[in-house]
Nanobody, 123 residues
Framework: QLQLVESGGGLVQPGGSLRLSCAASGLTLDDYAVGWFRQAPGNERERILCISKSGGSVNYLESVKGRFTVFRDNTKSTVFLQMNNLKPENTALYYC????????????????WGQGNQVTGSS
C-alpha cells in the first residue's frame, strides 16, 4: 500500500528558497519515476518536472528550469525538490506522484497523491 509523506512547504520571500521532500513507503521507490506537480487556485494541476528511476534523467517545465532542481535518495525512499529564486507566481500546492515512467502515461502510474505542500511566495 503506497503512502506518501510530503514536507517542506511554507511562506518564503520572493527570491528565497525552499526544499520539499516526498517520502514513499509501501513500494520500492527506485523501481519508479517520480513527478512533481503543482496546483494554484483556479488552475489545473500541472506537472512541473519528473525524475527517472535512476535519477539520471530529468524533465523540467520550461518555467522552472534553472531555478528548480530535483534529486532523489533511493536508500531513503525520498525525492527532494529544491526550489530557488521563488516568485509569487510559484504560489501553489505542490504534490509528488509515483510514476511508471516520465515520458508518458503508464499503467503503472499510481493514482495516490501526497497531502500536498503549500508554497507561498510573498513579501
Amino acid at each position: 500500500q503506497l503512502q506518501l509523506v510530503e514536507s517542506g512547504g511554507g511562506l518564503v520571500q520572493p527570491g528565497g528558497s525552499l526544499r520539499l521532500s516526498c517520502a514513499a513507503s509501501g513500494l520500492t521507490l527506485d523501481d519508479y519515476a517520480v513527478g512533481w506537480f503543482r496546483q494554484a487556485p483556479g488552475n489545473e494541476r500541472e506537472r512541473i518536472l519528473c525524475i527517472s528511476k535512476s535519477g539520471g534523467s530529468v524533465n523540467y517545465l520550461e518555467s522552472v528550469k534553472g531555478r528548480f532542481t530535483v534529486f532523489r535518495d533511493n536508500t531513503k525512499s525520498t525525492v527532494f525538490l529544491q526550489m530557488n529564486n521563488l516568485k509569487p507566481e510559484n504560489t501553489a500546492l505542490y504534490y509528488c506522484r509515483v510514476l511508471g515512467r516520465c515520458h508518458g502515461p503508464s499503467k503503472t502510474d499510481f493514482d495516490s497523491w501526497g497531502q500536498g505542500n503549500q508554497v507561498t511566495g510573498s513579501s
